[in-house]
């Protein structure tokens, strides 16, 4: 009995409230996803002097493998993050990044970064104290302090199993520390942080790893940089918050419900109304933004677009563009609430700016302004898609587990994405004819790829047409705390206002749980009377 007070007391001590600390959360997690894409694309930018550092491997295969590592960890982090919460899942997958960062980089660094002492005690030539776990693959000639390739893909699939669980659990973040009006936003700033950290391969990259020495160095500044960030997350990185945010996380506390393991949890998925179409929508964007990345260097050239430098900034500012459209259009839907609406005019605009891409008019010929245009403005509507929509999954499938619907999204993006490309990269081989001269011109294969891509999403989501189980609960919620906080400050207040404010609480429980009476084979409806209404608030106020 003791037991049931107290645990009912802790439950009329709780409140809705934000925290401060919401924005420390924010900060660190979308810095942990910025470096491990980050880690993931780091030698996008100067592949040969990676092959020329590893003969015989390429770093294609090794962002193919951090990839396919990525998705084996997604069907992990649910049931890791159910077992051991939040903050403990983030600081050890932190932990897990920082070493395959330290694996990858190795000591040799260190003397150009510390001096003639530091070189005295690592060794210059030596490739650090990592270099004796790993016997063999001995290095090349010219390879500097750099590790060896197996230490290097020790490192890579370290982080790869790490990144998930910077990338699944934002709605859960968001819905644990965010109010209802803040939370795609949330979403979409620690989703698409990721892109920053693209963004910052291309440049730091592109200017660092111009030689085995320089590679040596970009290895060695990743490490630090993310020793430093998970030191941070280990000081400062909270659980959950003392009070809910938000009337639908005020909900499922109350309701002290434990959710299944993952396979449980995406086989109820799958039967829930809707889910299907925020999950085909996210492919299709996350798609579209890695095959476009991918192959950015073709694109730009296509435009007439060649100096390095200008095509690295070309690809840093798609990856920009994406962030900052998460943002701005992630905040308008925030308030409000219009998922389909500006998932179709994202969609669609998507779907008109990739065409750009790939066209040349003869007549015109190499348009690099359009181009331009077209891939930053690209970045603006495509990028918002993600976190729109991983918000839009999680508000029908309320009080499912965030983290599990986040994950079976990015499983889902990754494969699909990850299968695409190689037909994406076959498809930019042919050029199909368009018109007839004068209005002669020619569009490549990928763009026709993507565009119909995005025209059979479109086509499918505009069928969408399920309710906002989360929205709805908070507005139940709000208006039956309405009405209580109305009773106690006011007890000789007009009494017809307090029946009006119950009996809106009413109607709406009424229409949430959508009772059904059925005597005989026969089915009606229950509906709500005034007598029936004027009972419950009369039964309401007994009770109070």
Request: charged share 15%.
């Amino acid at each position: 009995m003791n037991s049931s007070s107290s645990s009912d007391s802790d439950k009329n001590d709780l409140k809705i409230q934000v925290s401060p600390q919401r924005w420390v959360q924010l900060g660190y997690l979308s810095l942990l996803a910025l470096l491990s894409d980050w880690i993931c694309f780091s030698v996008a930018a100067s592949p040969k002097t990676f092959e020329e550092s590893f003969v015989g491997h390429s770093a294609a295969n090794l962002i193919d493998i951090f990839l396919f590592t990525n998705v084996a960890s997604c069907f992990l982090v649910t049931d890791v993050v159910k077992k051991f919460g939040l903050q403990k899942s983030i600081q050890g997958a932190a932990f897990v990044m920082t070493l395959g960062c330290w694996c990858r980089s190795g000591l040799g660094f260190l003397p150009q970064f510390f001096g003639p002492e530091v070189a005295n005690a690592v060794g210059k030539g030596d490739y650090g104290l990592f270099g004796a776990l790993d016997p063999l693959t001995p290095p090349s000639a010219d390879d500097g302090g750099l590790v060896s390739y197996t230490l290097i893909l020790v490192g890579t699939i370290l982080v790869g199993a790490a990144q998930p669980f910077f990338q699944c659990t934002p709605p859960l973040l968001s819905a644990t520390w965010f109010a209802s009006n803040e939370r795609a936003t949330s979403t979409a700033v620690a989703l698409n942080f990721n892109q920053i950290g693209i963004a910052t391969a291309f440049l730091v990259g592109g200017a660092m790893a111009t030689s085995t020495e320089g590679l040596e160095s970009y290895f060695g500044l990743i490490a630090v940089i993310c020793s430093i960030i998970t030191l941070g997350t280990v000081l400062q990185f909270q659980g959950d918050p003392t009070h809910p945010p938000s009337a639908s996380e005020y909900e499922k506390r109350i309701s002290g419900e434990v959710e299944p393991p993952f396979l449980e949890s995406v086989k109820s998925l799958f039967k829930i109304r809707g889910f299907t179409f925020p999950l085909v929508a996210f492919i299709c964007s996350i798609t579209i933004t890695n095959i476009v990345g991918a192959f950015i260097d073709e694109v730009m050239c296509r435009g007439g677009i060649t100096d390095q430098f200008q095509v690295d900034m070309a690809g840093a500012g798609f990856e920009i563009a994406i962030l900052l459209g998460g943002i701005g259009i992630g905040g308008f839907v925030d308030r409000t609430k219009e998922y389909k609406r500006v998932t179709l005019i994202c969609i669609a605009a998507s779907a008109a700016l990739i065409v750009p891409l790939g066209l040349t008019e003869h007549a015109i010929g190499q348009e690099p302004v359009l181009l331009l245009l077209a891939l930053f403005s690209l970045g603006l509507f495509a990028g918002p898609i993600q976190p729109i929509n991983a918000e839009l999954a999680v508000d029908v499938a309320y009080p499912c587990d965030e983290t599990a619907v986040e994950s079976v999204q990015q499983i889902g993006g990754n494969l699909v994405s990850a299968l695409l490309v190689p037909v994406a990269e076959r498809a930019a081989r042919a050029d199909y004819q368009l018109f007839l001269p004068p209005l002669e011109s020619d569009i490549r294969g990928d763009v026709v790829l993507l565009t119909a891509l995005a025209g059979i999403a479109y086509t499918f989501y505009t069928f969408f047409d399920a309710p906002l189980r989360r929205t709805e609960a908070e507005k139940k919620i709000n208006v039956n705390n309405e009405s209580e906080s109305l009773l106690a400050t006011s007890p000789q207040m007009n009494m017809d206002s307090t029946l009006m404010m119950t009996s809106t609480a009413a109607m709406m429980d009424a229409e949430v749980i959508s009772k059904t009476t059925t005597t005989k084979g026969t089915t009606t409806d229950a509906t709500l009377t005034p007598t029936t209404i004027a009972n419950t608030a009369s039964t309401k106020n007994k009770k109070d």
